[in-house]
């Protein structure tokens, strides 16, 4: 009874992050939102860029550019904007596929359903603080070493508005990170918990499984998004060393989360498929035996003997993964993502050379 209760409380104290119950009280929808927080986040900079004289435009070879700062600033626009967006857009996604995996018969931990309705649990926010803080202390330091050489020293003497904005944006925008790693890392030990226990195996109708292969490649979406523009932020940037480790740290987050629920439902596929095989080619020597003898049970091995070979034909060529065409595609056009933000770099510069 007690249990229950501290349960019942437990669940009663589940609430979202600041950032998803502020694009909920949006009354755009996520496209427009996603715009509006870009368009914001570039309009305190350029505003704090006028107080302090700092160019926007300035010539390079002859040719009109985006100033570096204002190129890092728009950079971390898009950013808060994709943080925000597609995080919100990746939960709402995930909820309506959780729900038609239910109606297909195949279970759903009613915790995760929860998570996904109504936010994560007090410990799990607790935690998620706790690597936000971490956070801001490591992007205190990315600051410190990355944007010191570039002009933006942390001097009281000589500080501008301009260096505040950038010294708040890179602590806040690491410690959103770092809390969504706590919490990427909660779902996903919880969704591989749940594949182990919960999830049977229909070698006749995989692809009732396919939901679990987008919830997963949804979960990598928004890392490997933020390494893109993470990527596209290096154009910017005259010391770029100390990018790598952030770069290759977004995008082992997006593999893990990807790869593991997915080689999880692999090994119970593969473990299923293996059991029933060599069950069914059991059978099959059986009803071979009795066919050959020719007696008066042949003719019925006969019939048994074709259903046992077809039905083993079949569970054969079951695929082996919970990933349909669809998820496939959308995955390598997720990889293609780093390549598209050069070039999206190079239409940008384009732009800027034609409007001035």
Not at 57 to 75: F, H, K, M, Q, Y
Not at 242 to 254: E, H, I, M, N, R
Not at 261 to 276: G, N, Q, S, Y
Request: with cysteine.
């Amino acid at each position: 009874m007690m249990k229950a209760e501290a349960k019942g409380q437990d669940d009663a104290g589940r609430r979202f992050g600041w950032e998803k119950r502020l694009v909920c009280a949006s009354p755009f929808n996520l496209g427009w939102t996603a715009l509006l927080v870009a368009v914001l986040v570039y309009s305190s900079f350029l505003a704090c860029a006028a107080l302090n004289g700092v160019p926007v435009i300035v010539e390079r070879e002859g040719n009109p550019v985006l100033d570096s700062d204002a190129w890092t600033a728009l950079c971390m626009a898009f950013l808060w904007s994709s943080i925000l967006c597609l995080g919100e857009y990746t939960r709402r996604s995930n909820l309506g596929e959780a729900r038609s995996l239910i109606a297909l018969g195949v279970p759903v931990n009613i915790g995760r359903l929860k998570t996904l309705e109504f936010g994560p649990r007090p410990a799990e926010n607790r935690r998620a603080f706790l690597f936000g803080l971490a956070g801001a202390l490591g992007g205190l330091v990315f600051y410190t070493q990355v944007y010191h050489p570039d002009g933006h020293p942390l001097r009281l003497s000589t500080i501008t508005v301009t260096n505040i904005w950038f010294l708040v944006m890179t602590v806040v925008l690491f410690s959103r990170i770092f809390r969504s790693l706590s919490f990427a890392r909660t779902d996903t030990a919880a969704f591989i918990r749940d594949l182990d226990h919960h999830v049977t195996i229909d070698l006749f109708d995989i692809q009732k499984l396919d939901g679990l292969g987008r919830i997963a490649l949804r979960g990598a979406l928004p890392w490997l998004v933020t390494g893109t523009i993470v990527l596209l932020l290096l154009l910017g940037q005259r010391s770029t060393e100390l990018f790598v480790p952030l770069v290759l740290g977004l995008a082992a987050s997006a593999t893990i989360i990807f790869a593991l629920p997915m080689l999880r439902v692999h090994r119970l596929i593969d473990a299923a498929k293996r059991t029933e095989l060599v069950r069914l080619r059991r059978e099959v020597g059986e009803a071979r035996e009795i066919f050959e003898k020719r007696g008066d049970d042949a003719d019925r091995a006969a019939i048994r003997l074709a259903a046992l070979i077809a039905i083993e034909t079949r569970v054969e060529r079951a695929r082996e993964w919970p990933l349909d065409l669809p998820t496939i595609t959308r995955f390598v056009i997720y990889l293609a993502l780093p390549l598209g933000s050069w070039l999206g770099g190079a239409i940008v510069e384009r732009i800027v050379d034609l409007l001035f």
